[in-house]
């Protein structure tokens, strides 16, 4: 997964770096296509290590399975908001959104995991089998825009 991340970084910057160059005489008057390909990729990266954090905890916490599904997900999406971003700014809107989507799935998978270890540990149920049940139902819902 941190694989993907890294090439996906590496193709938003090579768009900055590609629209910098196109505009190599006018440094005071960056406008328009680099400023919003530079704009989509500063967002893109601050988003990273969240969307980072949350993949892991998931993972670790919930069910690996749909957590690499949402992960997978989550870079189609990005990909998606950048080249929309890249147009008009209403169409990474859908990107977005629906990122935030993915990001609370996977928010929503860590608390479930880290309520299921104080249910065993303070009341001895435990709950793993039917949360890897219902994450493992609901990740294929993330596909339906």
């Not at 967002?43 to 670790?60: D, I, K, R």
């Not at 935030?100 to 793993?128: P, Q, T």
Request: charged content about 15%; overall charge positive; glycine content about 6%.
């Amino acid at each position: 997964m941190s694989a993907l991340v890294i090439k996906h970084t590496a193709f938003f910057a090579s768009k900055v770096e590609h629209e910098s160059k196109s505009y190599n005489g006018k440094t005071l008057q960056r406008t328009g296509a680099f400023e919003r390909v530079f704009t989509a990729n500063q967002n893109c990266e601050h988003a990273y290590p969240t969307f980072l954090a949350v993949l892991w905890c998931a993972g670790l916490l919930c069910s690996q399975a749909p957590a690499a599904f949402a992960g997978l997900m989550y870079l189609f999406v990005r990909q998606k908001y950048f080249v929309g971003y890249l147009g008009e700014r209403t169409q990474s809107t859908p990107g977005y959104l629906f990122g935030k989507r993915i990001i609370l799935f996977l928010f929503l998978m860590s608390v479930a995991g880290i309520l299921n270890y104080y249910l065993v540990l303070f009341f001895g149920s435990d709950f793993e089998m039917h949360i890897k049940a219902i994450t493992n139902t609901i990740s294929p819902l993330l596909l339906i825009p």
